[in-house]
């Protein structure tokens, strides 16, 4: 069974940013902002993200395939993982454990962006919906 982006991206959110933990629970993070009014631009709940994995994975399952690949964006976004630009780091993204991993990756999610790109455009929300279809 496929886990959910949203769910395996709010555990790294918790994962991650663990140091921060503080912060986002009090809503101090400009990061969790961010997140937070980027969905709410998209009209999607930002519940969906809260730690309560059982409501959030429920909110996540209602969403559109679509509605989801702005869930991704939302966070990539809040993290500048995705710029303003439309690029993604992906340099930050291909972080393998030797050089040459993280080269292998780099040329793989180099590629898939670039169909994904090519594909949907400049919407955000299509082009995470696509890298979700080609298991990235």
Not at 50 to 65: C, H
Not at 123 to 128: A, E
Request: aromatic share 8%.
């Amino acid at each position: 069974m496929k886990t959910s982006p949203a769910v395996v991206l709010a555990l790294c959110f918790v994962n991650v940013f663990g140091n921060s933990i503080t912060e986002l629970k009090n809503g101090s993070s400009r990061v969790k902002v961010n997140v937070r009014q980027c969905l709410t631009d998209y009209h999607i709940d930002p519940a969906v993200l809260e730690l309560d994995i059982d409501r959030n994975d429920d909110l996540y399952s209602k969403l559109s395939e679509e509605k989801k690949g702005c869930v991704t964006a939302c966070v990539y976004r809040g993290f500048n993982w995705l710029r303003p630009d439309g690029s993604l780091d992906i340099d930050l993204l291909c972080e393998g454990e030797t050089p040459e991993e993280s080269e292998a990756e780099r040329k793989r999610y180099t590629k898939i962006v670039a169909e994904c790109r090519a594909e949907v455009g400049k919407d955000d929300c299509k082009f995470f919906n696509c890298l979700n279809l080609k298991d990235l």
